[in-house]
């Protein structure tokens, strides 16, 4: 009996060497990371970049840090396993060309748009998390401020994505440039 139980161990005794595990923190981080990778590239939700990740796990046999490592090596241009970043860019791609379910354009919010000077105001918002996001990774509250900008502009636009809701509101500015353009400049306008 050399060792000592680890409840008896006096203080000054190092602890055991480690058994090469990640540790759960250092994991969390990393998919932190990628999350906000995922929701600034795509763009798309933080649920919506967690499924990303989970789902190119699960299609691939691998860990989820091992998915979490190859959304920063998009990121960052770094050359990783060849079939983790394909799986990746598949299941991005997929979740860019989705079609959600609409049953009408009354659902989708179509009578009523929001002025244009607000959604302008609130895009130029969202593209600044979505920079800002990209810049510090490991910030969990510039990720936080990147999904509340995502809810709002989908609420904005009455659509469920942020990708879709990112397209509407680009369409309907380009719209209302070119109808403040096409309008005639004279006294009676």
């Known amino acids: 009996m050399d060792e000592a139980p680890a409840r008896n161990r006096p203080l000054d005794t190092p602890l055991p ?9 250092a994991i969390h981080a ?7 990778i995922l929701m ?22 691998a860990r ?8 920063l090596a998009l990121h960052t241009d770094c050359d990783l396993p060849g079939s983790l970043t394909q799986a990746l860019r598949r299941s991005i791609d997929a979740t860019l060309t989705a079609r959600p379910l609409r049953t009408s ?6 009578g009523v748009r929001p002025e244009p000077r607000l959604l302008r105001e609130h895009l130029s ?9 990209f810049a510090a990774l490991d910030d969990a509250c510039l ?3 990147l999904e509340n900008a995502s809810y709002t502009l989908c609420v ?3 659509e469920r994505s942020t990708h879709l809701a990112l397209q509407a509101a680009e369409e309907l500015i380009a719209a209302h440039r070119l109808l403040l353009r096409s309008r005639p400049s004279g006294p009676d306008c």
């Open 105 to 110: 354009d009354s659902a989708r919010g179509r």
């Open 17 to 25: 060497p480690s058994t090469g595990a990640p540790e759960p923190n």
């Open 64 to 71: 989820v840090e091992d998915v979490a490592d190859a959304a």
């Open 125 to 133: 918002h969202f593209r600044a998390m979505r920079r800002r996001t």
């Open 30 to 36: 990393a998919v932190g990371r990628a999350t906000g």
């Open 40 to 61: 600034a590239l795509v763009p798309c939700s933080a649920d919506s970049a967690r499924q990303i990740l989970a789902g190119v796990a699960q299609s691939t046999g």
């Open 143 to 145: 990720r936080s401020e």
């Open 156 to 158: 904005l636009m009455g």
